[in-house]
Nanobody, 124 residues
Framework: QVQLVESGGGLVQAGGSLRLSCAAS????????MGWFRQAPGKEREFVAA????????GYADSVKGRFTISRDNTKNTVYLQMNNVKPEDTAVYYC????WGSGSSNGNEYHYWGQGTQVTVSS
């Protein structure tokens, strides 16, 4: 069983930056493809970014491409989401998710473990 704990959320002004972290425990972190998803009030959960367990190749939603960067540190069992030039529409609860062995996917149903989420609020 893998436990995921997100941190780093908060209130930030539009145009600012924020770095989210997701610490994993209870499994072999290097075997998991990691993803970030978000859910805004009244909206469905949506894919943000993913990083492959083996190649560390990355993928992004079009809405964040060029502004957000996903990375991982297997020595710290942690995945990060660097958010730059944030916009009010980035306001959401951000969740990290883990998928064992699989490639990066934008489909949340393909991830096996989820964190509790961290709130990000971007003021205009």
């Amino acid at each position: 069983q893998v436990q995921l704990v997100e941190s780093g959320g908060g209130l930030v002004q539009a145009g600012g930056s924020l770095r989210l972290s997701c610490a994993a425990s209870g499994g072999t972190f290097s075997s998991y493809t990691m993803g970030w998803f978000r859910q805004a009030p009244g909206k469905e959960r949506e894919f943000v970014a993913a990083i492959n367990w083996r190649t560390s190749s990355t993928g992004y939603a079009d809405s964040v491409k060029g502004r957000f960067t996903i990375s991982r540190d297997n020595t710290k069992n942690t995945v990060y989401l660097q958010m730059n030039n944030v916009k009010p529409e980035d306001t959401a609860v951000y969740y990290c998710a883990a998928r064992m062995w699989g490639s990066g996917s934008s489909n949340g149903n393909e991830y096996h473990y989820w964190g509790q989420g961290t709130q990000v609020t971007v003021s205009s």
